[in-house]
C-alpha cells in the first residue's frame, strides 16, 4: 500500500482485550511466500496471531507464540531494540549492543527482509551504521533488503496504553522501507506517522526528549532563583501559567531520572559535535538536571551539622526507589533518589530505602538497606519524599512518618505529601520543599 505522501498517518481501529486493555485482540506478523519483486510488498500474507492469551504479572507477559531465545533465527522482520547507553566519562552513545545485533541479525538475513532499528541513536546511525553491517554480515547490497528507524516513545509504566495512542514515528531508508515498516507497527494495533527518512525520525526522536529535559532546566533554575528569595515556586509557575495563553512553565522537580531524557540530551549534543558552535546547549541542560538535588544534600548536611555531634550518624529514610512514581513503574535506572543515597552514604550517613511498588530484596540487590512497611514507623532522623507515589497520598502514611522524625530532624517535601499533616511534625525540624525551607516552632 503505497501512502502518496511521506506526512500520512498510519492508523488502525482497537479492540479492547478483556474490556481494559488498549491492545488489540490480534496482531499480525508477516509470514508466507516472499514477495518475488524485492521492491513490492504486495503479496505478501498476513498471518493472524491471537492474543487472547495475553495476562499480566508484574512486568512479565505470557502471550502464546512468543519465543524467548537466545540466538536469532529466519524471519521476515527484525525489530532491533537494544540499550544505547551513554558513555560515563564520554557523554557519547554506545553503540557495540546494536553493533552486535545488527550482525547477528545479519547472519540472517534473506532478501526482501524487513529491519526495524527502536533503540536511541545519533542521527545518521541507521544508514551509515546498521546498514553497512547487515550488508557486511549478509551479503546482501542495499536494495536487497528494507530499513527503517521506529522509536520508542512511550513513557515507562504506561507502555501497553501509550502503544496505540501516540504515533510512532517512522523512516526508511528510502519510501518502501519506511512504508513496509509503518504496515508493519499498523498490524500490531500501533499507530505510525512516516517521516522524510530514517535520519528524520533520529532527529524528531532527540529532539523530544531533549525539549522536555530543557524545559526542565529552565524550571529548575527558575527555582534557584525562587530559594535566593525564598519564594515558592510551585505558587509561582501556577500564577504565572494561570489564563496564560502562550508557552507554560513546567512544574521544577527534584530531579530528572529514568533511562530517556538523562541521555538523549547528551545524544543530540553528540550530533552537534561537528557543527561550528559545538554543543552550546545540550551538555548544559544535563549538567543543570544532573545537579538538581545538590542544594537539598548541601542543606540537610549543613542542618545536622548543626545539630548533632561529628560522630553521631543520623538515620535517613529515602523514600522512592524507581525513577518515577506516578505512573508506578520498577525502573531504578538514573532514579534521583538513589543518587543522593549513595551520596549521603558515602558521606557516612546511615540510609534506608522504600518503595511501595519495589521490594527489599530488589533495593538490597541494588545496594541498599531497604525499609518495610513496619520499618518506616521506627525513628529517623531525616526523611527524604522523593517518590511521587500516590501511596503516600495517604494522609495517615504520611503522618505516621512525619510523627517518626526525631527533634531537630530534617524532612524533604518536594511534593507537598506532608502538607495536610505539618501540625504533626516536631518543633526544630528543617522542612524542605523545592524551594523553601524552614525550621519548623
Request: charged share 20%; with cysteine; hydrophobic share 35%.
Amino acid at each position: 500500500m503505497r501512502t502518496g505522501r511521506a506526512s500520512r498517518e498510519h492508523a488502525t481501529a482497537l479492540t479492547p482485550l478483556h474490556g481494559t486493555s488498549p491492545l488489540p485482540q490480534r496482531s499480525s506478523l508477516y509470514s508466507g511466500p516472499r514477495p518475488t519483486n524485492p521492491k513490492s510488498h504486495s503479496d505478501w500474507t498476513t498471518k493472524r496471531v491471537p492474543l487472547t492469551g495475553l495476562t499480566r504479572s508484574g512486568y512479565e507477559f505470557d502471550i502464546p507464540n512468543l519465543q524467548v531465545l537466545s540466538d536469532p533465527v529466519e524471519a521476515d522482520v527484525f525489530v532491533l531494540c537494544v540499550d544505547s547507553p551513554v558513555g560515563t566519562t564520554t557523554r557519547k552513545a554506545d553503540l557495540s549492543n546494536l553493533k552486535a545485533a545488527s550482525e547477528s541479525v545479519g547472519r540472517y538475513l534473506r532478501s526482501t527482509n524487513l529491519v526495524i532499528v527502536r533503540s536511541t541513536v545519533p542521527v545518521g546511525t541507521t544508514r551509515g551504521v546498521v546498514a553497512r553491517l547487515l550488508s557486511e554480515s549478509s551479503g546482501l547490497v542495499e536494495g536487497d533488503f528494507s530499513l527503517a528507524f521506529a522509536p520508542e516513545r512511550t513513557s515507562t509504566g504506561m507502555t501497553l496504553r501509550e502503544s496505540s495512542q501516540i504515533p510512532h514515528l517512522v523512516g526508511g531508508r528510502d519510501s518502501l522501507s519506511a512504508e513496509r515498516a509503518a504496515e508493519f507497527l499498523q498490524s500490531a494495533g500501533m499507530r505510525s506517522l512516516v517521516m522524510e527518512s530514517a535520519e528524520a525520525a533520529e532527529l524528531g526522536k532527540l529532539a523530544s526528549n531533549a525539549a522536555r529535559d530543557t524545559a526542565l532546566a529552565l524550571a529548575a533554575q527558575i527555582c534557584a532563583v525562587a530559594e535566593l528569595h525564598n519564594l515558592d515556586v510551585e505558587r509561582l509557575v501556577n500564577d504565572v501559567n494561570h489564563d496564560y495563553p502562550r508557552d507554560h512553565i513546567k512544574m521544577p522537580r527534584p530531579g530528572v531520572g529514568g533511562s530517556c531524557l538523562t541521555k538523549d540530551s547528551y545524544i543530540l549534543a553528540e550530533s552537534l559535535a561537528s557543527t561550528p558552535l559545538g554543543d552550546t546547549l545540550f551538555g548544559l541542560v544535563r549538567r543543570i538536571n544532573d545537579e538538581t538535588q545538590a542544594p537539598t544534600i548541601r542543606s540537610l548536611a549543613r542542618h545536622f551539622t548543626d545539630h548533632f555531634r561529628r560522630e553521631f550518624a543520623p538515620r535517613i529514610l529515602v523514600c522512592g526507589a524507581a525513577f518515577k512514581g506516578d505512573p508506578p513503574t520498577r525502573d531504578t535506572r538514573n532514579a534521583v533518589s538513589l543518587v543522593v543515597a549513595r551520596e549521603l552514604m558515602a558521606q557516612e550517613y546511615s540510609v534506608a530505602v522504600f518503595d511501595p511498588f519495589i521490594s527489599g530484596e530488589e533495593i538490597s540487590e541494588l545496594g541498599f538497606e531497604p525499609a518495610s512497611i513496619a520499618e518506616m514507623n521506627a525513628p529517623w532522623n531525616g526523611l527524604l519524599l522523593y517518590s511521587n507515589h500516590k501511596f503516600f497520598s495517604d494522609e495517615n502514611v504520611v503522618r505516621k512518618l512525619v510523627q517518626n522524625v526525631c527533634g531537630n530532624g530534617f524532612i524533604y517535601d518536594p511534593y507537598r505529601w506532608c502538607k495536610p499533616t505539618m501540625d504533626a511534625i516536631r518543633p526544630g525540624t528543617l522542612y524542605r520543599t523545592l524551594s523553601t525551607e524552614k525550621i519548623l516552632p
